[in-house]
């Protein structure tokens, strides 16, 4: 940004649009600087763009992966810098909320009413936020290419036109993905619907005309031969489907999880090698069932392509027909072989084979390269978010179905050509033999998921929050008091994978083991997207951490406004960063709080309404007061709300860790990436 800077405050050209070069931080705090800039700032009414730089890894190309809302304009413009990369995949992935991260862009859209761009390098994922993250690791190549772009997208930006009546222009989303990193493909959805139907009904008119070439006539024995034909083609997939769900929980059930973690070239022989073999080896079965009298191999090669292409027709339509953007995976495979099988056809070239097979390997080369480049990008960003999506979620599955979609998408071009082959049980067995060897790896050394290596590190992640707890009743009394070590786990082998380094490990509980009587089992959650590992995460017990500033909470005020209205005030106060939570008795209705004017509630706990508050400050401490109106039931004689406040210390002045908590971390191997913190934490009843 700096250098970007430097070479535009020498240009000699003049400017229609001002340039805010924005450098904040508090990413880490939710996000507070961004918010406070495009809600505050005297500059913020004037933003109309935001180019948002993240980085998700440490190198390789910057990849835009958000754009919009709507505003086609945005991408044409993107479209036009030196090295264009981006996928409306990854859009489509980040905005359904499948990757835990969040980013400033998307409070400049939802807090500003602002349009733009969102970008992230992502190649070597695992540095990212941890002791290996650092300037040094990013290659100087990469710095070039995001500056040459940033440079390039703000001269094509600064003096547009569309800038200055955001409102009139159209509000299209759009499809958008590079190839190779050399261009960049855009059309609206429109085009990219009438595209998708265009293609599905060229399918279905190149099939007919295959079918009919081939002899094949609407009568109940060839009907019937193309229906075995298509059950051969989808009972494979459902195959594949079934081998990778029962692979992924048999890997996890034998604790031997996210062995390609280290070496992603794994999956090759774990997932990919038997998903192509299932697929190959329905259709060497159902080739003894379903070829037609007097028909060639060649011609009942032909009639397995064309099913084929019928089949992942109708994924195609569905997805069109529920905007769904990535359907450009499926349409481009198609079309490239639709059109060159429409040639051979109505050239009448089915019966020469050497020239309609080269013609169909011909076909195939755009789309698989393209398959295969997205294939690598996908797998490079999915495969080191896995170290941190919570270990309540199985990311065998997760990985394997990424990869089954793929294989199976890029694999349905070549499977039915095992007909054309000789011994095609000999390619079978080298599938498996493949896919056993490649089983036996995961049980070696080369499967251990992590590595300590500054060079190439694979580390994995903790969470560590040395936590002094304290609860009171309703009359202020404390009922229960004490401490422990809180490890978030975020991935599935945590924290089994370091009980033969650290010894307190072995007497971690899991949270869901504990009692549910407190709020989230009375543990320090930092946010609420927290909840969804909560019951995965481990509490070990320990002594009192040193806590120099505790937290403390003050009921300041307490007024019945009416019979069913209370109003209470409170003051809320502690270290730099706290987050205070609050559940709602049943039957009791959250009316206002003075926080906002909207009210947005959290997860569900036990059929309670709950809320958070996130508070930090920086160089003047402040208390933060605030207050709340609640609907309660007449008569009401209960309590009406619990309420919890964490206090992390996460500064060093303040981060004094006690002997034992040192040696603690200490032990952990060098492959563990630590995040450890101090906490102080108190729940009461109101």
């Keep these: 940004m700096l250098e970007v800077l430097r070479v535009l405050s020498r240009s000699a050209d003049d400017f229609e649009h001002d340039i805010i070069f924005l450098f904040n931080g508090a990413e880490e705090s939710f996000l507070q600087a961004s918010h406070g800039f495009i809600t505050q700032h005297n500059w913020a009414g004037n933003c109309k763009v935001v180019i948002n730089l993240e980085a998700a890894g440490a190198g390789g190309k910057i990849i835009l992966f958000q754009t919009g809302p709507g505003q086609p304009w945005l991408v044409h413009k993107f479209s036009k810098v030196p090295h264009p990369a981006g996928q409306v995949t990854g859009e489509e992935i980040f905005q359904n909320n499948l990757i835990p991260s969040d980013t400033d862009f998307r409070v400049f859209r939802d807090f500003g009413g602002v349009v733009g761009y ?64 050399l261009f960049m493909i855009v059309y609206t959805i429109n085009v990219a619907t009438l595209l998708n139907y265009s293609t599905a009904l060229l399918c279905l008119i190149v099939a007919f005309r295959c079918f009919f070439t081939l002899g094949l006539r609407l009568n109940k024995e ?12 989808i009972v494979g997939w459902l195959l594949a489907i079934g081998f990778t769900v029962i692979l992924g929980i048999l890997l996890d059930y034998l604790g031997y999880t996210m062995s390609w ?13 038997p998903i192509w073999g299932l697929c190959c080896g329905v259709i060497i079965i159902a080739n003894k069932y379903s070829f037609k009298e007097n028909n060639s191999i060649a011609a009942h090669t032909q009639v397995q392509l064309s099913c084929v292409r019928l089949i992942w027709c109708v994924p195609l339509v569905i997805g069109t027909f529920f905007n769904i953007r990535a359907s450009h995976i499926i349409q481009i495979p198609l079309v490239f072989n639709s059109l060159v099988f429409a040639v051979i056809h109505f050239s009448k070239l089915q019966y020469s084979v050497r020239t309609w097979q080269f013609l169909h390997l011909i076909s195939t080369l755009i789309p698989v390269c393209y398959l295969m480049y997205t294939s690598v990008i996908l797998m490079t960003f999915v495969i080191p978010i ?51 060897a490649f089983f036996g790896l995961v049980f070696t050394p080369l499967g251990f998921p992590y590595s300590g290596d500054f060079s190439s590190p694979a580390p994995q992640r903790f969470w560590i929050q040395h936590t002094g707890r304290a609860f009171y009743n309703i009359n202020g009394t404390v009922y229960k008091q004490d401490a422990g070590y809180f490890i978030v786990n975020l991935d599935r082998n945590s924290p089994r994978s370091v009980e033969n380094f650290v010894e307190d490990v072995k007497k971690a509980q ?80 959250l009316k206002n709080i003075s926080l906002s004017s909207e009210i947005k509630e959290g ?41 919890a406040v964490l206090g992390r210390y996460v500064h060093e002045v303040n981060n004094v860790k006690t002997p034992h908590f040192k040696q603690f971390l200490e032990e952990f191997p060098d492959w563990a990436d630590l995040t450890p913190f101090l906490a102080s934490f108190k729940m009461w009843k109101f």
């Design 261 to 273: 973690y280290r070496n992603p070239w794994i999956i090759l022989g774990l997932y990919v090698v």
């Design 510 to 589: 899991s949270v869901n083991t504990l009692s549910d009587s407190e709020l989230f089992y009375g543990m320090p959650i930092l946010h609420p997207r927290a909840i969804e590992v909560l019951s995965k995460s481990s509490w070990i017990s320990a002594e009192q951490p040193i806590i120099q500033e505790d937290v403390q909470l003050i009921i300041q005020n307490k007024e019945n406004i009416s019979p069913t209205l209370v109003m209470l005030n409170f003051s809320a106060s502690g270290p730099t960063h706290m987050t205070i939570y609050f559940a709602l008795q049943l039957g009791v209705a």
């Design 386 to 436: 896995t170290g941190r999506f919570g270990s309540n979620k199985n990311p065998e599955l997760f990985v394997g179905f990424a990869t089954l979609i793929l294989s199976v998408l890029i694999s349905s071009l070549f499977v039915p050509l095992i007909t054309l082959v000789r011994s095609p049980l000999k390619v079978f067995y080298g599938f498996l033999i493949t896919f056993l």
């Design 603 to 643: 997860p569900k706990w036990k059929n309670q309404t709950t809320y958070f508050i996130n508070y930090a400050w920086g160089i003047e401490k402040r208390p933060l007061n605030f207050s709340m109106h609640l609907q309660v039931p007449q008569n009401w004689k209960h309590s009406i709300l619990d309420i």
């Design 222 to 233: 060839d009907l019937l031969y193309i229906l075995i034909t298509k059950m051969g083609i």
């Design 118 to 181: 969102d970008m992230a390098f992502v190649r070597s994922g695992y540095r990212y936020h941890t002791k290996y993250d650092g300037f040094d690791n990013i290659p100087l190549g990469s710095f070039q290419h995001v500056g040459d772009n940033v440079l390039s997208l703000i001269k094509n930006l600064v003096n547009t036109t569309e800038i200055d009546n955001l409102e009139s222009q159209d509000q299209t989303k759009v499809v958008y993905y590079d190839f190779f990193g």
